[in-house]
T-cell receptor
Framework: DAEITQSPRHKITETGRQVTLACHQTWNHNNMFWYRQDLGHGLRLIHYSYGVQDTNKGEVSDGYSVSRSNTEDLPLTLESAASSQTSVYFC???????????FGPGTRLTVL | KNEVEQSPQNLTAQEGEFITINCSYSVGISALHWLQQHPGGGIVSLFMLSSGKKKHGRLIATINIQEKHSSLHITASHPRDSAVYICAVHNFNKFYFGSGTKLNVKP
């Protein structure tokens, strides 16, 4: 069965370190998204991609970067982790601009 | 100012009750989504709407484009419906999410 996975599921890191969160989908979807979820803010869009080599900034992109070298993967990199980036991160994919999004299980990141 | 507002923020119901969760938005939209997030954290898409009404089992979603309002109804609620329900709107290349409605259905 097609699926979307995230790794690691839990990560603890220190301020200033570079961290990469992986997202892999086997739906063959063109569209992939990264969100963060914090109490009091709901889901907020970090970056998104509509295809290979395409990346776009979302609402809260500062301090994050993504690259899309193939259809299946959209890794999210925190260049220099900050405590404000402690959050739960969700990856999602869809096969069309307004179509249903399929969400990964989430990664809980703690920056100490 | 939030582009998507949900009400209520918290809702407690007895098993069997009819439940309504409301979503109002202030931007033009291509589509509106209802999502369900269970206590374990996983997020599932329930509905995608651009007009009218959709039904899936005991869940019904409606949207009024002119009034910029959508409702999610749950008939014959059950404790397994306990979750956070999130309204999200898609405005061309932008996505806006409500802060969610936490539903607790008591047996």
């Amino acid at each position: 069965d097609a699926e979307i996975t995230q790794s690691p599921r839990h990560k603890i890191t220190e301020t200033g370190r570079q961290v990469t969160l992986a997202c892999h989908q086997t739906w063959n979807h063109n569209n992939m998204f990264w969100y963060r979820q914090d109490l009091g803010h709901g889901l907020r869009l970090i970056h998104y991609s509509y295809g290979v080599q395409d990346t776009n900034k979302g609402e809260v992109s500062d301090g994050y970067s993504v690259s899309r070298s193939n259809t299946e993967d959209l890794p999210l990199t925190l260049e220099s982790a900050a405590s404000s980036q402690t959050s739960v991160y969700f990856c999602a994919s869809s096969d069309g601009g307004v179509n249903e999004q399929f969400f990964g299980p989430g990664t809980r990141l703690t920056v100490l | 100012k939030n582009e998507v507002e949900q009400s209520p923020q918290n809702l407690t119901a007895q098993e069997g009750e009819f439940i309504t969760i409301n979503c109002s938005y202030s931007v033009g939209i291509s589509a509106l989504h209802w999502l369900q997030q269970h206590p374990g954290g996983g997020i599932v898409s329930l509905f995608m709407l651009s007009s009218g009404k959709k039904k899936h089992g005991r869940l019904i979603a409606t949207i009024n484009i002119q009034e910029k309002h959508s409702s999610l109804h749950i008939t014959a609620s059950h404790p397994r419906d306990s979750a956070v329900y999130i309204c999200a709107v898609h405005n061309f290349n932008k996505f806006y999410f409500g802060s969610g409605t936490k539903l607790n259905v008591k047996p």
